[in-house]
């Protein structure tokens, strides 16, 4: 039932601006945090921010003062707004929630992940 699906990536030029969006259906979305992550080729997925269900917003250094998260519970939906991009932010951006579920087979608790599909933003001139 938890669907994310992001929009927004295209190319840009060396100090351009992008806005991603991530509208997210079948869970109680103000609840939740809610992450956006990136994955360049060849590369680990990188934690780019995050937002709680308070609106506190936390960041990667290597994006600090340039990105912004934001939430919009009404819409169901998580926002990056990206100014000043670099060709090192070309990578493909995911939208991630993490809901708690049960393991049967090992009688525990877990965070379950949920990913987009992502959306590529390649930075280049």
């Known amino acids: 039932q938890v669907q994310l699906v992001e929009s927004g990536g295209g190319l840009v030029q060396p100090g351009g601006s992008l806005r991603l969006s991530c509208t997210a259906s079948?869970?109680?979305?103000?609840?939740?945090?809610m992450r956006w992550y990136r994955q360049a080729p060849g590369k680990q997925r990188e934690l780019v921010a995050s937002?709680?269900?308070?609106?506190?917003?936390n960041y990667a250094d290597s994006v600090k003062g340039r990105f912004t998260i934001s939430r919009d519970n009404a819409e169901n939906t998580v926002y990056l707004q990206m100014n000043s991009l670099k060709p090192e932010d070309t990578a493909v951006y995911y939208c991630?929630?993490?809901?708690?579920?049960?393991?049967?087979?090992?009688?525990?608790?877990?965070?379950?992940?949920?990913w987009g599909k992502g959306t590529l933003v390649t930075v280049s001139s």
């Open positions: 991630n929630v993490e809901h708690i579920a049960w393991n049967g087979d090992s009688g525990i608790y877990y965070p379950k992940g949920y």
């Open positions: 079948g869970f109680i979305f103000s609840n939740y945090r």
């Open positions: 937002i709680t269900s308070g609106d506190r917003a």
